[in-house]
């Protein structure tokens, strides 16, 4: 029987100085946990996740490297992190329900929380039952639609409409 392999998260969450926001995800796709560079290795670097294409879309504005991610976020107040520090992939897919925790990433987050005190912006609906068990005071809170292609519910634009209620504005 294969022995299956505990995946590390690859990144730290990413905290800008003047965070009012705090988007959170469950784990990286296994593009970023299994390989260390390239154009997809940071959060929501899945080709087919379609997280930056949204972001695009709200920002009116192209995002092709990680530095121009980090520099929108920088501007907008935005930070992110995963609530699973280690896991492992049970089918080999980038679905949270494959995802067998080993560890959450619950100190680093804990740290951001009492540090900023933002809004929390969740990714899918499994991050949100997992962030209210972790985190039960912890009520400034909404959910974004997932970025994932499966949830195909919305079109890119409509997801993009109301991630563009829910996230801060550039600040000038």
Known sequence: MERLKIEKHPFEAFVPDRMTCLIIGSFPGKEQTQCTVGPHHWFYGAPRNQFWKILELVYNRP???????????EEAGIGVADLIQSCVRTNGTNLDENLQVKTYNDAAIRKILDSFHPKVLFTSRFVERTFRKLFP???NTDILPSPSPRYFRLSIKDKAAVFKVNLPALKQ
């Open 63 to 73: 995002l092709p490297t990680r530095y121009e991610k980090q520099q929108l976020f």
């Open 137 to 139: 005071q912890y009520s």
